[in-house]
């Protein structure tokens, strides 16, 4: 009664002064910590689908016994998106899947790791969306276990009209057409196909699919606790993105002609046949999928629109799936995805497949399964494993020396900062440094408004990690320390901090291998190595490095590293040159508050980011400005 009686007398209040109350949405999950929300997610999967099980330490989704005899092929990416892409291993699909954190790509150590568990003699095909951290992370993963002798490559797909090619994009996203591309590809595979043929039938279905999406509110990442955006109720996000990203435009719902989802779907069809060239008597598959949060009735209704919009132009449906497929958590909305298809694509879409989120056609009999279940059980008894039990076991005992007991390391000396910075110093700052992330973990998810929300927490896990296993990183002197740090970072870190975080760490550790001090000269060399390590990461991974103007953290780290290197020329004394560093980075951070982002997730709304901070730059510019003011105290 009291607290309704205090919400009253607000309300009064508010409406004698003439103000309006606003209440944040509480957010309601099935769930117990946003830390485990994965974890128990994946668990409870494994637990419904016995012949899945999940590697829960590099929380990679994979069946139990992988065939040598085909291709194997592994997704993944960001979790929130369910069923996708956990729910699509099986027969007939994938392999595995990669399980990032909740629209954080995974690191490259857990892809790294799923390839190792699912190599067979004819090779592993990664089916990879195109996004900046799921590129960066897959990339570099493919390239570890090709230097191991391990057959791998990978495609990427694009399949999201929303995003308008121009000189501001990254390309367009990979969404909910990536489901078709894992069934034609997994079909491909199970016919016992090649890893070249497989890869062309993969790619032939992205040159052929095309989506688009809509979205009437915004999904809440359990981690904020909040909406990632803020929508009308009488509005609708034209072309989001599955991780809350901003679409073409907004603009008003209106019923009032009682044709609304007609007239929708007309708009979104048009598109979809003007990109693809779709002409009359050709023939497509038709998939429409729901964001999380929109009734499955509704999905109906929104397919009975479009179907009577492609057969008024004489487009031909081979078939129909509808459902929640490429999910964005809770948010309600839909895509549409039409794929053109031939006799070769129509008969990969129509082979059988078993999957906990898709299944169709006859897999395996009963019968079938029963035999091959039986004559499995006979040679375990006689002591006799199969080819693929054996890679497992292989496999396993490999995961098993990586638990090893590591060594611990103390650092040297008591923490001195006069006009050199001893290791221990060093070590103490970068724990500041840590704890500055951490701390801002919130404010930097706020920060990332043009892209997905995920940033703040996206670093912070890996920073927690780091501090967790603080004791294992090794201080002989600053470069091993950094060099070691990056190990956790690269594999901690979510989404594109882990491959950007941890290049910097390592490329500047690498610099700084052997000195137990550091002066100021030395800094900025290791500040200018730091931003080679980004630069040289996005051009492995794009082709091309960032550079100051492109809207990325490279915006506050590389006028931080300009003012450093002259300060140093200069003789500036330490705290005053890195005072200047400092400022260069926060002058850098503001600056992108003018440009167009044309890298990362946020490089998909184009001139719709003027006005808003590069999240990156913002981060560095709060955390090299408190870590200066640390520094001079010390």
């Known amino acids: 009664m009291r607290t309704r009686a205090r919400e009253c007398l607000i309300k009064k209040t508010a409406y004698i002064l003439g103000f309006a109350v606003v209440r944040r949405n509480i957010m309601k999950k099935i769930m117990n910590?946003?830390?485990t929300f994965v974890y128990d997610m994946c668990h409870g999967l494994a637990a419904a689908h016995p012949e899945l099980e999940f590697v829960e330490k590099y929380k990679v989704v994979k069946k139990k016994e992988i065939n040598d005899n085909k291709v194997s092929l592994i997704s993944g990416g960001g979790s929130g998106h369910e069923p996708a892409h956990a729910g699509f291993v099986g027969k007939g699909m994938l392999d595995a899947a990669v399980c990032g954190d909740v629209f954080a790509s995974p690191s490259q150590v857990q892809v790294y790791n799923a390839i190792k568990a699912c190599a067979t003699d004819k090779g592993v095909l990664l089916i990879v969306k195109n996004y900046s951290g799921d590129c960066m992370n897959f990339n570099n993963a493919m390239s570890d276990a090709q230097d191991d002798g391990i057959k791998v490559d990978a495609v990427y797909v694009n399949d999201d009209i929303a995003v308008k090619d121009s000189l501001y994009t990254v390309g367009r996203r990979g969404?909910?057409?990536?489901v078709l591309v894992h069934k034609c590809a997994g079909a491909a595979a199970e016919q016992g196909k090649s890893l070249e043929e497989v890869k062309a039938v993969a790619n032939k279905v992205i040159d052929n699919v095309r989506s688009f999406g809509f979205a009437f509110t915004s999904c809440t990442v359990p981690a904020a606790g909040h909406p990632t955006f803020e929508i009308g109720d009488d509005e609708m996000e034209f072309g989001v993105g599955i991780?809350?990203?901003?679409?073409?435009?907004?603009?008003?719902?209106?019923?009032?002609t009682g044709t609304f989802c007609d007239d929708l779907s007309r708009r979104i069809v048009t598109d979809l046949e003007e990109d693809l060239a779709l002409k009359s008597g050709e023939e497509v598959v038709l998939l429409i999928n729901g964001f999380g949060g929109t009734p499955l009735q509704e999905?109906?209704?929104?397919?009975?629109?479009?179907?009577?919009?492609?057969?008024?132009?004489?487009?031909?449906?081979?078939?129909?799936i509808v459902g929640n497929f490429m999910t964005s958590i809770d948010m309600a909305g839909a895509s549409i995805s039409v794929l053109r298809v031939d006799s070769e694509l129509k008969a990969l879409v129509d082979?059988?497949?078993n999957t906990p989120a898709l299944t169709w056609g006859a897999a395996m009999s009963e019968q079938a399964q029963a035999a091959l279940e039986a004559v499995q059980a006979i040679g375990r008894a006689l002591g006799y494993a199969p080819v693929a039990e054996e890679h497992h076991a292989t496999a396993k005992k490999a995961a098993a020396k990586e638990t090893e007991e590591v060594a611990v390391y103390e650092v040297e000396g008591k923490p001195e900062v006069t006009e050199t910075i001893n290791t221990a110093?060093?070590?103490?700052?970068?724990?500041?440094?840590?704890?500055?992330?951490?701390?801002?973990?919130?404010?930097?998810?706020?920060?990332?408004?043009?892209?997905?929300?995920?940033?703040?927490?996206?670093?912070?896990?890996?920073?927690?990690?780091?501090?967790?296993?603080?004791?294992?990183r090794k201080k002989g002197d600053i470069g091993q320390f950094l060099v070691s740090c990056s190990e956790i970072i690269k594999e901690y870190c979510g989404g594109a901090s882990g491959p950007i975080w941890g290049s910097a760490f390592k490329y500047a550790g690498k610099a700084m291998l052997g000195k137990k001090e550091v002066n100021l000269a030395d800094i900025a060399l290791l500040f200018t190595e730091a931003n080679r390590g980004v630069y040289?990461?996005?051009?492995?991974?794009?082709?091309?490095?960032?550079?100051?103007?492109?809207?990325?953290?490279?915006?506050?780290?590389?006028?931080?590293?300009?003012?450093?290197?002259?300060?140093?020329?200069?003789?500036?004394a330490l705290r005053e040159g890195l005072a200047l560093g400092a400022q260069a980075a926060h002058e850098g951070a503001e600056a992108t508050k003018t440009h167009v982002a044309t890298l990362g997730r946020a490089g998909t709304v184009g001139e719709r980011s003027i006005g808003y901070p590069d999240a990156g730059a913002h981060g560095l510019d709060v955390i090299f400005n408190e870590l200066a003011a640390y520094i001079a105290k010390m």
């Open 175 to 178: 969404v909910a057409g990536t």
């Open 299 to 320: 999905l109906y209704i929104l397919n009975n629109s479009v179907t009577k919009a492609l057969a008024k132009d004489g487009v031909k449906i081979h078939k129909t």
């Open 536 to 572: 040289e990461t996005g051009k492995k991974s794009f082709g091309k490095g960032a550079e100051i103007g492109d809207k990325t953290l490279v915006d506050a780290l590389k006028p931080c590293a300009i003012a450093l290197t002259k300060a140093a020329e200069e003789g500036k």
């Open 33 to 35: 910590t946003p830390e």
């Open 243 to 256: 991780h809350g990203e901003p679409g073409r435009f907004r603009e008003k719902i209106d019923y009032s």
């Open 425 to 472: 110093a060093f070590v103490q700052i970068v724990d500041k440094m840590a704890d500055v992330i951490i701390e801002n973990e919130v404010p930097f998810c706020e920060a990332d408004k043009m892209g997905d929300g995920d940033f703040g927490m996206s670093i912070a896990k890996g920073f927690k990690q780091l501090k967790a296993d603080w004791a294992t």
């Open 351 to 353: 082979y059988p497949v």
